[in-house]
């Protein structure tokens, strides 16, 4: 429940953002890795909670069109199964009251 | 090398460092180009919220005059969080204009202004993909369009900076090694926040309040939390090592929400609303850790170098001051046309008299010695703070010094002798870097 109330407020401080969405993601996960990562660091430690396991299959749902781009996920991966860029040119979170 | 340069210097990224370097360079009479990949500069950037005067002035002269600032930081708490309140400690200098509070959008853009009068070619909408490397020199950048010739390039990309790790400069980044900051821009009435903070109306003060601690549930997370006064807007943010986040399963926004239900924090945002909401990481490699700051054509320099002090809150400063001396030495280079790491290292040697390497040798160790004491810092003390400020404040009908006597008694019995030796040596050593520093 308390987890849920954190993406629910997630959720709500994203809607405050500005983005320049791109058509292609910026964050790609390494599936093979994934699938033997039993801490799934991703999941928690996103503050925009890009990331979410899919329970049926195990997979790692990248939503990375609300990315801060801050790099915590590619960091604290233990696998290193995050590949990580910026968004193309002129794409991306657009911070305007930070 | 058979190159056509387009230019003298490319410089990537423009933050305070990037603009600073490219105006350096500029003001040498050689041409520079300023690349950034967001469409707006500062559209990328977020940090707690103050530019400091000395480190502007330093780079930008009397310009700062017409800096565009929303307030000036002048009052600063130190706050140690319990469950009901709080022991602050409060250092205000009304008439000070040490640090503005200015949002990175409008500090970039003003920046970047002064930049293109003095000459420097300014290119957004420009991601930086890759560098060129020709004979062991970095002789230019690649973008998404095309490829771009210079005898020096810049690189002040931020802390994840992609560039320095593709040459190499540095490991990967350890979690340990980083703070993952998270806040909330919170609009209010501008009078509102005037007299919420005792606060002039011409914006000459503003407020600065760090906190440690204030978590109920976890105590041994290594985390400060902070506000800053804007004109009607109020920045809340924390800061938390991303190790201790990940060992914790615990999310930033998580720490945010907690400390925004704070009973001291409470009243300060009451009826405010979040404007928007930002995260970055900090870097905490300081100097043990530093990257390699030079290569044959090409310098590395700000946030994406590590250059930071967050014991103080620092980074701005290291940033404009590192661009400003990365531009020196790229003119010295270009005066010399020499583009091999021994004329390109003036800019370490410049960078040792400063009070950038000076300060990250002093600190070197600091961070991660408190690091090491986040549950006496974020909880124990706080806590014991909170008892003996009852005995002081409760006016019950015991003796004081029974009281006084039982406080000292519970401070030994309830953390272990060893406990507290440790923490007299974590903080007694960093006494000692501090004065034994450059």
Redesign the interface.
């Known amino acids: 429940m308390e987890k849920k109330d954190n993406k629910k407020s997630i959720q709500d401080k994203l809607s405050t953002i500005k983005y320049n969405c791109a058509s292609e993601t910026h964050l790609k996960v390494d599936e093979k890795k994934c699938l033997k990562c039993s801490e799934k660091t991703c999941t928690f430690i996103c503050p925009a909670d890009v990331y979410e396991l899919e329970p049926e299959t195990g997979c790692i749902i990248v939503r990375y069109e609300n990315c801060l781009e801050c790099g915590a996920c590619k960091i604290a991966c233990p696998k290193k199964a995050i590949s990580w860029e910026y968004p193309q040119a002129g794409y991306g979170v657009i911070f305007k009251n930070s | 090398m058979d190159i056509n340069y387009n230019s003298d210097v490319i410089v990537i990224g423009a933050g305070p460092c990037g603009i600073a370097a490219a105006l350096e360079v500029a003001r040498g009479g050689k041409k520079v180009v300023l690349i950034e990949?967001?469409?707006?500069p500062?559209?990328?950037?977020?940090?707690g919220g103050a530019v400091y005067d000395s480190a502007l002035r330093e780079v930008f002269g009397n310009e700062v005059d017409y800096l565009p600032y929303e307030r000036i930081i002048n009052s600063y708490t130190w706050s140690f969080l319990n469950d009901t309140g709080s022991f602050d400690m409060t250092y205000k200098n009304s008439s000070s204009r040490h640090a503005y509070a200015i949002?990175?959008?409008n500090l970039e853009k003003w920046m970047v202004e002064i930049a293109k009068k003095n000459g420097v070619y300014y290119i957004?909408?420009?991601?930086v993909e890759d560098l060129i490397i020709k004979d062991g020199y970095v002789t230019g950048i690649k973008?998404?369009l095309e490829e771009y010739y210079a005898p020096v390039s810049i690189i002040a990309d931020g802390?994840?900076s992609?560039l320095a790790r593709k040459l190499n400069l540095r490991d990967?980044?350890?979690?340990y090694d980083?703070i993952?900051s998270?806040?909330?821009?919170i609009k209010l009435e501008k009078k509102v926040i005037e007299s919420r903070f005792n606060l002039s109306e011409d914006n000459s003060n503003g407020v600065c309040k760090m906190y440690f601690g204030g978590l109920k549930e976890y105590k041994n997370i290594f985390m400060m939390s902070f506000l800053y006064t804007f004109k009607d807007?109020i920045?809340l943010g924390v800061g938390a090592n991303?190790a201790d986040?990940?060992k914790n399963?615990?999310?930033?926004?998580?720490i945010i929400?907690e400390i925004k239900s704070h009973p001291d924090i409470i009243p300060l945002i009451e009826g405010g609303k979040?404007?928007?909401?930002?995260?970055?990481?900090i870097p905490e490699t300081g100097f043990n850790k530093m990257p390699e700051l030079v290569v044959p054509g090409a310098i590395l320099a700000g946030d994406a170098a590590g250059f930071i002090n967050s014991v103080h809150f620092e980074g701005t400063n290291y940033a404009l001051i590192s661009g400003k001396l990365a531009g020196e030495a790229a003119l010295c280079a270009l005066n010399n046309n020499d583009f091999s790491v021994n004329t390109l290292s003036v800019y370490k040697k410049k960078l040792s008299k400063s009070f950038i390497l000076k300060d990250l040798y002093t600190y070197r160790n600091i961070i991660h010695k408190l690091y090491s004491r986040s549950n006496s810092l974020s909880y124990y003390y706080p806590y014991k703070i909170k008892e003996f400020f009852e005995i002081v404040t409760s006016a019950n009908c015991y003796s004081k010094s029974s009281q006084f006597k039982k406080f000292l008694f519970n401070f030994i019995k309830d953390r272990s002798l060893s406990e507290l030796i440790k923490d007299i040596k974590a903080f007694s050593r960093c006494a000692f870097d501090m004065l034994s520093g450059k």
């Open positions: 990949k967001g469409e707006h500062g559209s990328k950037n977020m940090y949002k990175r959008f957004p909408n420009t991601l973008t998404s802390v994840n992609l990967d980044f350890k979690p980083m993952l998270a806040k909330e821009t807007t920045m991303l986040l990940s399963k615990l999310n930033i926004n998580k929400d979040t404007i928007e909401y930002s995260a970055h990481l």
